[in-house]
């Protein structure tokens, strides 16, 4: 069996064929904040992928970050007068707890960028040394112009990526930049701003070339899959790939997955919007299952709308399959079980492997005299992430 996934870098739905360990890199959070769909919606994908490769018999290497030092949780440590290390500590306690209710499996590792300031060094200190990154006013910048790739996994044109970058942080007006598109890999850090020692100057490291450390350090100098947010193709991993393959000169990623951005009741999820729909609200509503099932109802590949009826529709779901699991016998689950796998290969279409399971419980209620039927549907749940032999609530 070949699962099929669509690869950004390639604009198309290509096979994902890795040996039999994958090394998958997905970035994790920053942890300034709540925990809100927008997180689980991304991390439910690379889960159901994760179970469906274990299902193939593959042994998955799953690594995500910890952004516990950037230009996002540094601000809002110093808006609360809090340590940034203390804000850090709390929020990762509330997504994990949240990850955990949800059913996402942990990560094989969990590295944390202020833990892994030694390899950022290194790695800058090759890129100085080979000239693809320069020093200057105490920052140093990637030189963008020594890497002809540059651009290939988004595909964006130049005045794109200028306004992208303007808009993400990397600030292309800066004048000490030979090119608005150099990013930062390291910078002088701001009085009340956590500094470390550098060969290059007392600082901080830019948010780009701390994944590019954690990612290698654990899973060497080529993934088999890197993963994020679609808000993360431009800037961040492009320039991730550049320079990754600068200092080793081999290809960083294979196969590049993006899961699409939600929104709420019509306007895009954002802080600043003040719209977040938080995951530990809706665990006080309703089920964790029905919540994964609800968002298991968009592809991870189709931006979507989150209404608080989608909740109600989740709920729904649930009962029909935990009251179908525990029946005694029902209809042949073979043909069903087919089409779960089928959907979940075919670009991890999770709303049709749901229609699947959920015609299963459909016929199981139904009736018939097949005792494996109930079985099926349980392995089935817990292939896509739902426990059906735990009571409801």
């Not at 951005?261 to 895009?268: A, D, H, I, T, W």
């Given at each position: 069996?070949?699962?099929?996934?669509?690869?950004?870098?390639?604009?198309?739905?290509?096979?994902?064929?890795?040996?039999?360990?994958?090394?998958?890199?997905?970035?994790?959070?920053?942890?300034?904040?709540?925990?809100?769909?927008?997180?689980?919606?991304?991390?439910?994908?690379?889960?159901?992928?994760?179970?469906?490769?274990?299902?193939?018999?593959?042994?998955?290497?799953?690594?995500?970050?910890?952004?516990?030092?950037?230009?996002s949780?540094?601000?809002?440590?110093?808006?609360?007068?809090?340590?940034?290390?203390e804000?850090?500590?709390?929020?990762?306690?509330?997504?994990?707890?949240?990850?955990?209710?949800?059913?996402?499996?942990?990560?094989?590792a969990?590295?944390?960028?202020?833990?892994?300031?030694?390899?950022?060094?290194?790695?800058?200190?090759?890129?100085?040394?080979?000239?693809?990154?320069?020093?200057?006013?105490?920052?140093?910048?990637?030189?963008?112009?020594?890497?002809?790739?540059?651009?290939?996994?988004?595909?964006?044109?130049?005045?794109?990526?200028v306004?992208?970058?303007?808009?993400?942080?990397?600030?292309?007006?800066d004048?000490?930049?030979r090119?608005?598109?150099?990013?930062?890999?390291?910078?002088?850090?701001?009085?009340d701003?956590?500094?470390w020692?550098?060969?290059?100057g007392?600082?901080?490291?830019g948010?780009?070339?701390?994944?590019?450390?954690?990612?290698?350090h654990?899973?060497?100098?080529t993934?088999?899959l890197?993963?994020?947010?679609?808000?993360?193709?431009?800037?961040?991993?492009?320039?991730?790939?550049?320079?990754?393959?600068?200092?080793?000169?081999?290809?960083?990623?294979?196969?590049?997955?993006?899961?699409?951005?939600?929104?709420?009741?019509?306007?895009?999820?954002s802080?600043?919007?003040?719209?977040?729909?938080?995951?530990?609200?809706?665990?006080?509503?309703?089920?964790?299952?029905?919540?994964r099932?609800?968002l298991?109802?968009?592809?991870?590949?189709?931006?979507?709308?989150?209404?608080?009826?989608?909740l109600?529709?989740?709920?729904?779901?649930?009962?029909?399959?935990?009251?179908?699991?525990?029946?005694?016998?029902?209809?042949?689950?073979?043909?069903?079980?087919?089409?779960?796998?089928?959907?979940?290969?075919?670009?991890?279409?999770?709303?049709?492997?749901?229609?699947?399971?959920?015609?299963?419980?459909?016929?199981?209620?139904?009736?018939?005299?097949?005792?494996?039927?109930p079985g099926?549907?349980?392995?089935?749940?817990?292939?896509?992430?739902?426990?059906?032999?735990?009571?409801l609530?």
């Amino acid at each position: 069996m070949t699962i099929r996934l669509f690869d950004t870098a390639q604009r198309s739905v290509v096979p994902f064929e890795p040996g039999d360990v994958v090394r998958m890199y997905v970035c994790g959070i920053t942890p300034y904040d709540s925990t809100h769909l927008g997180h689980a919606a991304t991390y439910l994908a690379y889960d159901l992928l994760i179970r469906r490769l274990e299902d193939l018999g593959h042994e998955v290497q799953m690594v995500r970050n910890v952004t516990d030092v950037d230009d996002s949780i540094l601000p809002k440590a110093r808006e609360l007068g809090v340590p940034y290390l203390e804000l850090a500590e709390k929020e990762m306690a509330r997504f994990r707890s949240d990850m955990d209710a949800l059913g996402m499996r942990p990560p094989m590792a969990e590295p944390r960028a202020t833990e892994s300031i030694d390899g950022m060094i290194e790695l800058i200190n090759g890129l100085l040394e080979s000239e693809h990154a320069y020093l200057t006013h105490g920052t140093v910048f990637f030189d963008i112009s020594t890497f002809p790739a540059f651009g290939e996994l988004s595909h964006y044109g130049r005045d794109h990526m200028v306004k992208l970058a303007r808009a993400r942080g990397g600030n292309p007006d800066d004048p000490h930049r030979r090119d608005p598109l150099d990013f930062v890999l390291w910078q002088p850090s701001l009085p009340d701003e956590p500094a470390w020692r550098a060969p290059f100057g007392i600082g901080r490291p830019g948010w780009h070339v701390e994944c590019s450390v954690m990612a290698m350090h654990a899973l060497g100098p080529t993934l088999d899959l890197h993963g994020g947010g679609t808000d993360l193709i431009f800037p961040h991993h492009e320039c991730e790939i550049a320079q990754s393959e600068s200092v080793t000169g081999k290809p960083f990623v294979r196969h590049w997955m993006h899961s699409a951005m939600v929104s709420y009741e019509g306007e895009k999820m954002s802080k600043s919007l003040g719209n977040l729909v938080f995951v530990s609200d809706l665990l006080q509503r309703a089920d964790a299952r029905a919540i994964r099932l609800a968002l298991m109802r968009h592809h991870y590949r189709a931006g979507f709308e989150w209404h608080d009826t989608d909740l109600d529709e989740g709920t729904a779901l649930l009962h029909r399959l935990v009251a179908a699991a525990k029946c005694e016998s029902g209809a042949d689950p073979t043909p069903f079980a087919a089409r779960v796998r089928d959907a979940l290969d075919t670009d991890l279409d999770a709303p049709r492997a749901l229609e699947a399971l959920d015609d299963l419980a459909s016929a199981i209620l139904s009736g018939g005299d097949d005792a494996s039927a109930p079985g099926v549907l349980r392995d089935l749940g817990i292939l896509l992430g739902i426990d059906l032999s735990v009571a409801l609530g």
